[in-house]
């Protein structure tokens, strides 16, 4: 699916520290996060991905959750189980935003 957008999937990562090197190795047009990688939650790869400007958001069953940080609240979040056209639309309003399209 996502390489239907003409995307290139990187990953999957499942859990915590796959999800950095990913973040770490790779250049990053865009990113999709599910909130919880095996109990652990992924805030510090929505950090790192903050911090280089890549763009992204979560795809998880915990929009909602309370331990959410304020910081990221404001970011979407596509309620699992997502349907195939809200990751669609999510990757291509992504399109101009990363610092690659620049």
């Known amino acids: 699916m996502v390489e239907d957008t003409g995307a290139e999937p990187v990953g ?26 095996g109990g652990e939650y992924v805030w510090p790869i929505a950090e790192a991905l903050d911090r280089n400007a890549v763009p ?31 990751i669609i639309n999510a990757l291509i309003g992504f399109a101009g935003k990363s610092k690659a399209a620049g």
């Open 12 to 37: 999957p990562a499942l859990d915590l520290a796959s999800g950095m090197r990913l973040v770490v190795e790779n250049h990053l047009d865009a990113a999709l996060l599910d909130i919880d990688l």
């Open 56 to 86: 992204y958001a979560f795809v998880s069953a915990q929009c909602n959750a309370d331990p959410m940080p304020e910081t990221f609240r404001s970011r979407p979040c596509i309620y699992k189980p997502a349907k195939p056209n809200d």
